[in-house]
């Protein structure tokens, strides 16, 4: 009744913003991601008879806390998947290299999702493990795959069609993400949160769903192609418009600080030097950048420079779920 898996984090080229159910989290619009071979997460479940209640522990510390709730919840789930009462001692390991809080929940809910459904015996297929995880946290869902990765949103209410697919391996195409940490990060709003106030509040967002599904199209063609600058544009366009949606909510707010904005201008500046380079940003004030491996030299170097910058960590394309 024990089992470990490894899942890395993705980023969303294609931005997942908006929920139509949140129980079981159904999305607005189908997104795409990259898995990321930079950032994972190990984690060990062990359904013991002896529990009285689940023990989550994260990087060796025990966690009573929302996020030991969400944890819970969600083994709920798949106690209830598979018929069985028991509780589970889960411990985590966030690779992360660096002490930034740049942990993500989808690294975190795709382990979990793994590791805890093979400990409890029950056999999952891909989708059906993308479909429990969705449930997890969104994003999470793509993570059960490498390489580049669809969530498509589904039509039906119980959610039994809405689960990530593989679009293409971590092969297909050697592009790279830098991740820019920002020396101050405090996330003032969660994802879940500021999905919840866009979508309710802000007129911007009819524009967001709109537009959202063709960038998709554009998008899948461009990877299919290997065409960089297109990928790139499509994917930093995209993620300008979900943050656009975020300005016209009431309250209005934003994820972006000063350094976020001085990155995103020397993004641009050097693609104006002729290096193509492209931005990307989730919920928070940390840029992804994506470039080609034959830059890498000089765009580390030039993310660095910064001022505000803490750190730049380079992913390749990673690989879905493994099971340790
Ligand atoms: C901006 O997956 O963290 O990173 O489903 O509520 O857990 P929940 O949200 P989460 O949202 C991720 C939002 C995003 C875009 C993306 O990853 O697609």
């Known amino acids: 009744m024990k089992a470990t898996a490894k899942a890395h984090t993705n980023i969303a080229l294609i931005k997942y913003w908006g929920k139509r159910n949140e129980p079981i989290i159904l999305p607005t619009n189908s997104n795409l991601s990259l898995t990321l071979d930079g950032f994972s997460t190990v984690t060990t479940v062990h359904f013991q008879e002896e529990l009285?209640?689940?023990?989550?522990?994260l990087n060796d510390r025990l966690v009573e806390d929302a996020a030991s709730q969400r944890v819970t919840g969600f083994l709920d789930k798949v106690r209830a998947m598979a018929g069985k009462e028991m509780y589970a001692r889960i411990h985590s390991l966030n690779h992360v290299p660096t002490a930034a809080g740049f942990?993500?929940?989808?690294?975190?809910?795709?382990?979990?999702?793994?590791?805890?459904?093979?400990?409890?015996?029950?056999?999952?297929?891909d989708t059906e493990l993308s479909i429990l995880t969705r449930?997890?946290?969104?994003?999470?869902?793509?993570?059960?795959?490498?390489g580049f990765v669809e969530w498509q949103m589904g039509e039906k209410e119980d959610?039994?069609?809405?689960?990530?697919?593989?679009?293409?391996?971590?092969?297909?195409?050697?592009?790279?993400?830098?991740?820019v940490v920002l020396s101050a990060t405090e996330k003032k709003v969660s994802s879940r949160d500021g999905m919840r106030r866009t979508v309710e509040t802000s007129p911007f967002y009819d524009g967001w769903?709109?537009?959202?599904?063709?960038?998709?199209?554009?998008?899948?063609?461009?990877?299919?192609?290997?065409?960089?600058?297109?990928?790139?544009?499509?994917?930093?366009?995209?993620?300008?418009?979900?943050?656009?949606t975020t300005l016209g909510a009431n309250p209005p707010f934003t994820y972006w600080q000063d350094t976020t904005m001085r990155v995103m201008q020397n993004v641009q500046q050097m693609r104006e030097e002729g290096i193509p380079a492209y931005f990307t940003i989730d919920a928070g004030p940390n840029v992804k950048v994506l470039y080609l491996p034959k830059d890498e030299s000089?765009?580390?170097?030039r993310l660095e420079q910064i001022m505000g910058v803490e750190d730049v960590i380079v992913s390749k394309p990673g690989k879905g779920i493994s099971y340790l």
Not at 159 to 171: L, R, T
Request: glycine letters at 6%; proline letters at 2%.
């Open 135 to 146: 449930q997890g946290s969104g994003s999470a869902c793509r993570s059960i795959y490498g």
């Open 209 to 244: 769903l709109k537009q959202t599904p063709k960038d998709l199209e554009e998008i899948k063609t461009a990877i299919h192609d290997k065409d960089f600058e297109k990928t790139g544009s499509i994917a930093e366009a995209n993620c300008m418009r979900m943050h656009a």
């Open 52 to 57: 009285s209640s689940d023990e989550f522990f």
């Open 159 to 179: 959610g039994s069609d809405s689960y990530a697919v593989p679009i293409a391996s971590k092969d297909h195409w050697d592009i790279r993400v830098a991740a």
């Open 298 to 301: 000089k765009v580390k170097q």
């Open 103 to 125: 942990a993500s929940s989808a690294s975190g809910f795709a382990a979990l999702a793994a590791a805890s459904t093979k400990a409890i015996g029950l056999e999952l297929n």
